[in-house]
């Protein structure tokens, strides 16, 4: 924007549920000689960026696990809550992620089986034959996707 060099792309809607809707935009950026940031902004929100690395070199790939402790861990014990992503943040600083891809588990559920009644009476059926013929019901649908 400073530069007034900014494009106007037009967003597609993947789907919306819940007061959530899923956007794609499509976007072709030319790789140069240097790695560069490209800045976006979504309806006039705040400026977001991201890198992309320069023509004919390897990206830098940040492949990540996991995005915490389980609950039975003490986070003090170990650096406080986020110690990986405090060291993922001071690394792109000095060396930016082209790519970041996350292999599952980023977003912990645990205490939906607790927190859930519908949920948590569907895990303490402890015949395997019952649990497997009860319903899933709209309530419990309803009830987790709200927790």
Not at 7 to 14: E, I, Y
Not at 19 to 47: D, H, M
Request: net charge negative.
């Amino acid at each position: 924007e400073k530069l007034q060099k900014y494009k106007d792309v037009r967003g597609f809607r993947l789907h919306a549920e819940r007061g959530c809707t899923f956007w794609r935009f499509n976007i072709e950026v030319e790789l140069r000689e240097k790695q560069q940031r490209i800045a976006y902004r979504i309806n006039r929100g705040p400026s977001m960026a991201f890198w992309v690395p320069p023509r004919g070199q390897a990206m830098n790939i940040m492949f990540h696990s996991c995005n915490g402790f389980s609950a039975s861990a003490n986070p003090d014990d170990l650096s406080g809550p986020d110690p990986m992503w405090r060291d993922v943040l001071n690394t792109h600083q000095s060396q930016p992620f082209h790519v970041m891809i996350g292999g599952g588990d980023q977003i912990y559920n645990d205490s939906v089986a607790h927190e859930c009644s519908l949920f948590d009476e569907w895990l303490d059926i402890r015949h395997p034959q019952h649990k497997h013929a009860a319903a899933f019901t709209a309530s419990m649908q309803d009830e987790m996707e709200e927790f």
